[in-house]
Nanobody, 124 residues
Framework: QVQLVEYGGGLVQAGGSLNLSCAATGSIVDFVSIQSMGWYRQAPGKQRELVAQ???????KYADSVKGRFTISRDNGKNTVYLQMNSLEPEDTAIYLC???????????????WGQGTQVTVLS
């Protein structure tokens, strides 16, 4: 009943920037509270890893590899999360997946919901 739709991604030269956004959608989205929203990534042959996460309180968490380069933010009113990626490196190439965790309303609960992913490719 809650889905995530991702925007952004694409092809960029090393050193460039991209902005990803992810919006929660669905018939009940205006009535839910989402505790955490974040971005994970998965490169070919590698495990999925957390990139950045932001909680409803505004607290954030980043992977060491992206600290100082990526910034996560969210709009609680729109149930949307953003990821500004600067100084991109070829090692950042991966499918980026949006995640929303601990989603609740008076009649609904979901522990975790995933988006379908968006490809980010950084050329050297």
């Amino acid at each position: 009943q809650v889905q995530l739709v991702e925007y952004g991604g694409g092809l960029v030269q090393a050193g460039g920037s991209l902005n990803l956004s992810c919006a929660a959608t669905g018939s009940i989205v205006d009535f839910v509270s989402i505790q955490s929203m974040g971005w994970y990534r998965q490169a070919p042959g590698k495990q999925r890893e957390l990139v950045a996460q932001i909680f409803r309180s505004g607290d954030t968490k980043y992977a060491d590899s992206v600290k100082g380069r990526f910034t996560i933010s969210r709009d609680n009113g729109k149930n949307t999360v953003y990821l500004q990626m600067n100084s991109l490196e070829p090692e950042d190439t991966a499918i980026y997946l949006c995640n929303a965790g601990d989603i609740s309303s008076s009649t609904y609960y979901a522990f975790s919901v995933w988006g379908q992913g968006t490809q980010v490719t950084v050329l050297s």
